[in-house]
Nanobody
Framework: VQLQASGGGLVQAGGSLRLSCAASGGTFSMSYIGWFRQAPGKEREAVAHIGWNGILTRYADSVKGRFTISRNNAKSTAYLLMNSLKPEDTALYYC???????????????????WGQGTLVTVSS
């Protein structure tokens, strides 16, 4: 599965962005999707996760209530809607896919098979 993340950009604090992750070449509808981010000088961290049917979702505490993950299997695309953005949300955002029956630890990079190239989100204060 090839992943293409897009939608990043420069936004003021309090603003919103919607990231997209378009998949091709695989069985997107039966895969788990994760969004991760990496800020300069920091380790990559998990942001959100969604199950294959869109019902199961998980969020990092730092984004809970502000970010919403969703997916459209007919379009082989996952989304991350980010509201009330803060300067500390500035990072390179990646989407990843886990093609397995069960993800034990959604926050672990090791659970995911393929990664997109990342899209940069910059939040100014």
């Amino acid at each position: 599965v090839q992943l293409q993340a897009s939608g990043g950009g420069l936004v003021q604090a309090g603003g919103s962005l919607r990231l997209s992750c378009a998949a091709s070449g695989g069985t997107f509808s039966m895969s788990y999707i994760g969004w991760f981010r990496q800020a300069p000088g920091k380790e990559r961290e998990a942001v959100a996760h969604i199950g294959w049917n869109g019902i199961l979702t998980r969020y990092a505490d730092s984004v809970k209530g502000r970010f919403t993950i969703s997916r459209n299997n007919a379009k082989s695309t996952a989304y991350l809607l980010m509201n009330s953005l803060k300067p500390e949300d500035t990072a390179l955002y990646y989407c990843a896919v886990a093609r397995k029956a069960l993800v034990w630890n959604w926050g672990s990079s090791d659970e995911y098979d393929n990664w997109g190239q990342g899209t940069l989100v910059t939040v100014s204060s």
